[in-house]
């Protein structure tokens, strides 16, 4: 399975950015996709998951303010991530669980190569 990220960049606070992580290879053994962050000096953290069914999950940090969704037909996850704030900024990857619900950094299977998020104050 190969996940590849697109939609990262530079916003001010409070703007708005939408990730985009498309996913190709043997799909069909995926059980839920996440997004993950990772700031520099510190550990990578969960941001959202779905399940193959539909079910998300946040971290309490994003709640309100991000949205994990899928388009089955295209193979993609997004993460749309307004009221951005500066500790918003980090690295985000795109990350696939085989078993669970990607909720768990142990559990990850596949990672993307990750895409950067900057948000200035």
């Known amino acids: 399975v190969e996940l590849v990220e697109s939609g990262g960049g530079l916003v001010q606070a409070g703007g708005s950015l939408r990730l985009s992580c498309a996913a190709s290879?043997?799909?069909?053994?995926?059980?839920?996709m996440g997004w993950y962050r990772q700031a520099p000096g510190k550990q990578r953290e969960l941001v959202a998951t779905?399940?193959?069914?539909?079910?998300?999950m946040y971290a309490d940090s994003v709640k309100g303010r991000f949205t994990i969704s899928s388009d089955n037909a295209k193979n993609t996850v997004y993460l749309q991530m307004n009221s951005l704030k500066p500790e918003d900024t980090a690295v985000y990857y795109c990350?696939?669980?085989?078993?669970?619900?990607?909720?768990?950094?142990?559990?990850?299977?596949?990672w993307g190569q990750g895409t950067q998020v900057t948000v200035s104050s």
């Open positions: 290879g043997s799909i069909f053994s995926i059980n839920a």
């Open positions: 990350a696939a669980d085989r078993t669970y619900r990607a909720a768990s950094i142990y559990n990850i299977d596949y």
């Open positions: 779905i399940t193959r069914g539909g079910s998300t």
